[in-house]
């Protein structure tokens, strides 16, 4: 499909170590740092891409040196960053792309080419009243699956500490969260009240949502100084306007 990259992306953090007093409030607090959270994973898949690809430490040569430098794999985010137009993720304005952001920075990167972003937690909490707008209920709700069930804390503390089961399980999960990822956002796409014009990106004329130009003429948008044609895409739903009438 011709026009812009759209990259979805979901990324797998370690914990913070460090030391406290106490493990009650308020005096739970860092009395010191051990060690900062840094990139364990990531999965990703570009727009009509047919498979979710995931990276994790272990695939890189330092690793055995290593287990806690995410230096390499942040240079294969930053890469595929750099090449997208739009980043699509689950809460990705609030922690994935600001993360990203501070762990490149850590690790010495330069900003990578300007992207925008399509947030589907943004999208579910302006349009919707669901009773949960984490990423596996909204796939519950709209009947595209789940994300993978897990042991939780255990299974982080068995990838940080090298084990290849852990691993395995993290790799299926981050996978998972990305396939999920990419079903919802096709629910929900249309329903984006701010979503790019991906024919902006293109000469092309049509639908702003998808780029179909299966389109069909609804009526009339009736504005406080104007009056525009109203389209629906007859493909994602999506209602958008054209000229003025």
Same mark, same amino acid.
């Given at each position: ?6 990259l ?28 900062? #959270? ?12 047919? &498979? ?8 890189y040569?330092?690793y ?6 995410? &230096? ?5 985010? +930053? ?10 993720? +689950? ?47 909204? !796939?519950?709700?709209?009947?595209? !699956?789940?994300?993978?069930? +897990? ?17 395995? #399980? ?24 701010? +979503? ?12 702003? #949502? ?10 009339v948008?009736? &504005?406080?100084?104007?009056? &525009? ?11 958008? #306007? !054209?000229?003025k009438?």
């Amino acid at each position: 499909m011709v026009g812009p990259n759209i990259l979805f992306i979901d990324i797998e953090t370690a914990p913070i170590i460090m030391a406290s007093w106490s493990m009650r409030p308020p005096y739970a607090s860092a009395v010191w740092t051990k060690r900062d #959270t840094y990139i364990m994973s990531f999965a990703a898949r570009w727009r009509g891409g047919k &498979k979710t690809r995931t990276w994790a430490l272990p695939d890189y040569p330092g690793y055995k040196r290593n287990k806690h430098c995410d &230096k390499a794999i942040c240079g294969t985010l +930053h890469a595929m960053l750099d090449e997208a137009d739009i980043v699509v993720a +689950h809460n990705g304005d609030a922690f994935d792309i600001k993360k990203i952001n501070s762990r490149l920075a850590v690790n010495g990167y330069k900003p990578p080419s300007p992207f925008k972003t399509i947030d589907t937690l943004k999208i579910s909490r302006r349009m919707f009243k669901f009773d949960s707008h984490k990423l596996d209920n909204i !796939g519950r709700y709209l009947g595209e !699956g789940r994300k993978i069930p +897990h042991t939780g804390a255990t299974l982080w503390r068995g990838c940080v500490e090298g084990d290849p089961k852990s691993w395995s #399980t993290m790799r299926r999960y981050n996978a998972q969260d990305v396939d999920l990822l990419v079903r919802v956002y096709e629910r929900l796409k249309a329903w984006s009240p701010n +979503h790019p014009n991906l024919n902006l990106y293109t000469h092309d004329i049509g639908c702003p #949502t998808c780029q179909s130009t299966n389109v069909q003429r609804r009526g009339v948008a009736v &504005k406080a100084n104007s009056r &525009k044609q109203r389209f629906q895409c007859q493909d994602c739903s999506a209602w958008f #306007t !054209g000229a003025k009438v």
